[in-house]
């Protein structure tokens, strides 16, 4: 009905066999015309106490019927809307006990509870409270798993019942339409599956032209699914109470009865209702102290690990491994980490092959912490030993580096309620087939082989944790190395080049963006005869390895040249040195000795970048390209050609003219327009014209103009 001129709306179709009634009748009338006055009194003075009409529930009414006054339970629900839904339920039997005294008729339960030592001990004084309260013949403690499968953890029954207990159903026995209807309505009857369900008449609200809500009706019918599901079972009554966790479903109170019909009174079930809450309370505070303590404990050896890696003089790997290592953070067989360049292991770990392959997996998940417990279902191909690696729990870091935990196997049986793999059948329907609910519920066992223990909400909390702290200080790391790789080069950078009367020559060095720093350089110095050295060269790689790199070669060239060994010779000897000592370097150089009185040009070349040369026209210097520095049995031969007075020089490293989204030629194009524009041939005008502001690599250009 509507509130509040209180006229019925909707009414269901049994009103006839319940009260007397026919549907013409009422629909549209005042209350009052279907159970009178007084009792519709009653209501009305209920509805108007604002608030939730449930702490009213139940209203005794006294209705008349077929010329004599029956008693029954009114429920009120106040819907969206301004709808008063009235739910009138025959009370069978005497009234134990009305609703506000619910709390006097399970104070002993209660207080059980609040004495239990063990979940299993609340469990179990649940189970047998709603027993000896409700009158069912099996009642069971049903909790679900993180994939909502259940099983009985405590059960309360009739002495020639088979038991339940510790039997698992798969998840879709419980469908995730019924769970997110069982986190609204905590409580579920089905008095008698063999009821026949009543429809509401009209079906469709008049007024919203939608279906009437009846989520939190009592009376509500059910899935017919649900009905064969019970009926398969044997069981002619049910009743469910909702265990809840912080709103989320994580158990039911099931009760079954197999005799007959059972109607509990609205009392009782009001009181189970009431002991269900107290029992996901209690559950909620023990579970939340349990994980309390786990959190605490697993903090605290987070904290001695990331104070452990914040010493700068050893390794991030090793730290991880000292006492408390990563094995005392969460429990494994074995971890293996490769962290900042270093592969180290602790404890029972696959071979390196595996474990690489295991890291593949894990950086192809796209997660930053990636978990299973069935690795030989996400790896069929890889041959793991279960006794080492049946789980895996890894942590993608940046540049590829990982922490890998590996659990052994975890042999377990399951029994289950009937085979959870057969979950449904198809039955025929005429020219169609449905499906139907499983028939069979025969203790099935299913032996669990190729699996480790779970990993737990709480374990992948520690990871993250874990992960946030050593990128940050695998940042931190970096950026401390990469402060001194570029102060390192800085320091080799000329501090000045020289001033040659009748000649311009100019350099210039930009540092790549986000403070990467390359393995450029260059050089300009006037040997004792009066000749002047040019040199631009190129390391391979970022960081301190290639400023580190850079500086031997540099020096390693620099006094070659110095001692007057022409340039070509000079680099020959440089890849001499490089293949036999620095046998992972890889570079590429360009060096020129120019006379200063005549403009004669000797040149050679290691795999860089051909200098321009500007004059009547611009073009490649005509210098003969060898191979980088680092290749075994290399060459270098030299060239040489001539500055004319008003000619230049331009040297560059591949960071001037290589950008995203387009080739080098094209860079190399855009290099040679913007220098056959003329003017002033200066090294930091060159790259303000072309260096983009976001370069990924190190700019270096060094100018040379004969005036």
């Known amino acids: 009905m509507r509130e509040p001129g209180f006229q019925i709306r909707q009414i269901s179709a049994n009103v006839t066999d319940l009260l007397g009634r026919a549907v013409d009748d009422v629909l549209g009338r005042h209350l009052a015309a279907l159970i009178g006055a007084e009792q519709a009194a009653q209501i009305e003075q209920a509805a108007a106490v604002f608030g939730d009409l449930r702490q009213r529930n139940p209203l005794e009414l006294e209705i008349p019927v077929a010329g004599r006054s029956r008693a029954f339970d009114a429920l009120l629900h106040r819907e969206p809307g301004g709808v008063l839904l009235v739910e009138l339920e025959i009370a069978y039997g005497e009234r134990p006990f009305s609703f506000p005294n619910t709390y006097q008729a399970v104070r002993n339960s209660v207080e059980q509870l609040n004495r239990a030592e063990s979940t299993t001990e609340l469990y179990d004084t649940t189970a047998r409270a709603i027993r000896d309260l409700l009158g069912f013949d099996r009642v069971m403690v049903y909790r679900y798993d993180q994939d909502y499968n259940g099983e009985v953890v405590a059960e309360c029954k009739r002495d020639d019942l088979n038991s339940f207990l510790g039997l698992h159903y798969p998840a879709s026995d419980i469908p995730a339409q019924a769970r997110a209807m069982y986190e609204k309505n905590w409580l579920r009857l089905i008095s ?83 002991l269900g809450s107290t029992l996901s309370l209690r559950l909620v505070d023990r579970f939340d102290d349990d994980q309390l303590r786990e959190r605490l404990a697993a903090q605290s050896t987070l904290a001695a690990l990331t104070n452990a890696t914040r010493n700068d003089s050893e390794p991030v790997a090793a730290a991880l491994l000292q006492a408390p290592s990563l094995l005392d953070l969460l429990p494994a067989t074995g971890v293996a980490v490769r962290v900042g360049g ?24 796209d997660g930053e912490v990636v978990a299973t417990d069935c690795l030989s279902g996400e790896l069929p191909a890889l041959d793991l030993d279960p006794t080492v690696a049946a789980g895996a729990l890894a942590l993608n870091l940046p540049d590829g580096q990982y922490v890998i935990w590996f659990r052994e196997e975890a042999l377990r049986s399951v029994d289950w309620g009937g085979d959870p793999h057969n979950k449904a059948i198809a039955v025929q329907e005429g020219d169609g087939v449905r499906l139907s609910p499983r028939k069979s519920f025969e203790r099935w066992r299913e032996v669990v082989d190729g699996c480790s223990q779970p990993w737990t909400p709480i374990h992948v909390e520690s990871a993250e944790s874990l992960r946030r702290h050593l990128v940050e200080e695998l940042y931190r790391r970096t950026r401390s190395a990469l402060q001194v790789a570029e102060m390192l080069q800085r320091s080799l950078l000329p501090p000045s080049i020289p001033t040659i009367p009748g000649w311009e020559l100019s350099a210039h060095y930009q540092p790549a963006a986000g403070g990467r720093v390359g393995g450029d350089w260059y050089d300009a110095f006037v040997l004792p005869d009066g ?14 390895a290639a400023a580190g790199a850079m500086a031997q070669l540099r020096n390693a060239l620099r006094s070659q040249l110095f001692t007057g060994v022409a340039p070509g010779e000079a680099l020959s000897r440089l890849n001499e040195f490089s293949v036999h000592l620095m046998p992972r370097a890889f570079a590429t150089v360009v060096a020129a000795r120019i006379a200063l009185d005549t403009g004669e040009v000797e040149a050679a070349s290691a795999g860089h970048l051909m200098p321009f040369r500007i004059g009547a026209d611009v073009d490649a210097a005509p210098i003969r390209l060898a191979p980088p520095i680092g290749v075994r049995g290399a060459r270098y031969p030299a060239s040489s050609f ?28 855009l290099l040679a327009a913007t220098l056959r524009r003329g003017g002033e041939v200066a090294a930091s005008r060159i790259s303000a014209a072309l260096a983009p502001s976001d370069a990924e690599d190190d700019v270096t250009v060094l100018t040379l103009r004969r005036l």
């Open 192 to 274: 008698d599956v063999d009821y026949t369900p009543a429809p509401l008449v009209p079906a469709i609200d008049p007024d919203s032209g939608t279906p009437l809500d009846l989520t939190h009706a009592t009376l509500r019918s059910v899935s017919p699914i649900h009905i064969e599901y019970l009926q398969n079972m044997g069981v002619r009554a049910s009743m469910s109470i909702s265990l809840l966790r912080h709103g989320r479903l994580w158990g039911l109170i099931a009760c079954h009865h197999y005799a007959g019909p059972h109607l509990p009174p609205y009392g009782a079930r009001a009181a189970a209702e009431f």
């Open 642 to 669: 001539t500055v004319a007075r008003g000619d230049g020089l331009v040297m560059f490293s591949d960071g001037l003219v290589e950008r995203r989204g387009s080739t080098l030629d094209e860079g190399l194009g």
């Open 531 to 544: 000749r002047l050295i040019m040199l631009v060269g190129d390391v391979a790689g970022h960081g301190l």
């Open 342 to 365: 270093k592969y180290r292991v602790l404890g029972r770990v696959p071979p390196a092959e595996a474990v690489t392959a295991v890291a593949d997996w894990a950086r192809d998940a």
